[in-house]
């Protein structure tokens, strides 16, 4: 049995060195691209922000769309209807920044409109409001950037996305979250840990996928592979356009310049309910991307626990092959917390105000990785489970990845 244990220790050890050299990829093109740099591209930009609710940090969030250093920009505010509480707190932010004529513009220019799209039926909500807005803008706007409200965006946050779109090989930008965890809780702390494994997958290669809460692309583009159309029955809105960008043959390129603050508290509940419908609807509409995902934490988990086991059973027993035995559970070990610290270094110089508070999830992320990593793998694997989901409220049932059902929110899950 222990030649069984020590053939599958070399090949998971073998395994680890492209792990290793994808994540030292990752941080070398980081590091380089993380501060913005000056771009002669910038066309007139529609900054397109779809809201439901208030989120934990909503006016600073929202006030971060206002202080964009871009020369031409509009903002795009959309809700379900008027009821959401989110339309009377952007009412009143689009007041704080009207001159005295009362029109939606703010001294330098910008200007803020705030839609409502009504009840989605054949779609997510989400997907709903950005479709009914994107149907109504005017042609005048060359670039689409989507925002999440959740994301606090820094001042050159639209110049950095809209820039990649300059080479005629690309056809999307995407930026990605990094949560702030603004309680002192574990499962903000986990949260924060798993998310930040997920951002480091990210990089100079042609496995990207765009983020709805950060991404762009150029208007003529959007209606050429037929956003619009595709987004009519889709329970999301960046997977589906990434798979689009990359049947037209084109790139979706990640900007390090474009991670963005998401201030989150969520409970226990809420996180494994989040985190769950993050995998299912990766499940849905990449199932390469899931599978993958499943691969790499599953292969980690089995191996680093079943060699842990093997090792103190064998040191319990007092044999010398337990030396041998841990070396598998070591190495996965050091790697696994070599690349956390390498992701939780550059975020803190990505983003310097929140380093206090990024440091307990940073400490979960590189003390407590194999049990981060097993939480990850059971969320894969709940998400395997079934086809329901619960979103802002509103329950939606996937039958695939262009056929969104939206069901009574009583009914079993």
Request: with cysteine; proline share 5%.
């Amino acid at each position: 049995m222990l030649i069984v244990y020590y053939i599958f220790a070399v090949i998971i050890l073998l395994v680890q060195f492209p792990i290793l050299l994808e994540g030292y990829r990752h941080f070398h093109y980081t590091r380089k691209k993380y501060r913005s740099k000056p771009s002669h591209y910038q066309p007139k930009a529609a900054l397109i922000c779809p809201c439901k609710g208030i989120d934990t940090t909503f006016n600073r969030n929202i006030q971060s769309l206002f202080r964009q250093e871009y020369p031409d920009y509009e903002i795009f505010f959309v809700v379900e209807s008027i009821d959401d509480p989110a339309h009377e707190r952007l009412e009143q932010i689009i007041r704080q920044h009207e001159p005295a004529n009362g029109q939606h513009e703010i001294p330098d220019g910008t200007k803020a409109h705030l839609s409502v799209a009504g009840k989605a039926t054949t779609c997510a909500q989400k997907v709903h409001n950005l479709r009914s807005l994107c149907q109504e803008l005017d042609e005048e706007f060359e670039v689409l950037v989507f925002v999440d409200s959740d994301a606090c965006l820094k001042p050159y946050f639209l110049s950095s996305m809209t820039h990649p779109l300059r080479r005629r090989e690309v056809g999307a930008s995407t930026g990605y979250r990094w949560y702030v965890p603004v309680k002192f809780s574990l499962s903000n702390f986990v949260l924060s840990a798993i998310n930040a494994s997920v951002a480091s997958s990210l990089g100079p290669h042609n496995w990207n996928c765009t983020w709805g809460g950060a991404m762009a692309i150029q208007r003529d583009t959007f209606l050429r592979i037929g956003i619009l159309e595709i987004w009519q029955n889709s329970c999301t809105d960046d997977l589906p356009l990434t798979r689009a960008v990359k049947d037209a043959g084109l790139k979706v390129a990640f900007v390090p310049a474009c991670f963005v603050a998401s201030y989150e508290n969520m409970s226990w509940g809420e996180f494994f309910s989040f985190a769950r419908r993050q995998f299912l609807i990766t499940r849905i509409c990449m199932p390469r991307l899931w599978r993958l995902a499943l691969l790499s934490w599953g292969h980690f988990v089995l191996a680093f626990w079943t060699g842990l086991v093997v090792t103190l059973w064998l040191a319990n027993h007092h044999s010398v092959h337990a030396i041998f035995a841990g070396i598998m559970p070591a190495f996965l070990l050091a790697v696994f917390m070599a690349k956390a610290m390498i992701r939780q270094v550059m975020i803190q110089k990505i983003l310097p105000e929140d380093r206090l508070r990024l440091l307990p999830g940073a400490l979960t992320d590189i003390l407590l990785g194999p049990v981060v990593a097993v939480i990850a793998l059971i969320l894969l694997l709940a998400s395997a489970c079934s086809r329901t989901m619960v979103w802002r409220g509103i329950k939606y049932r996937l039958h695939d990845y262009n056929h969104t059902e939206i069901t009574p929110l009583s009914s079993d899950i």
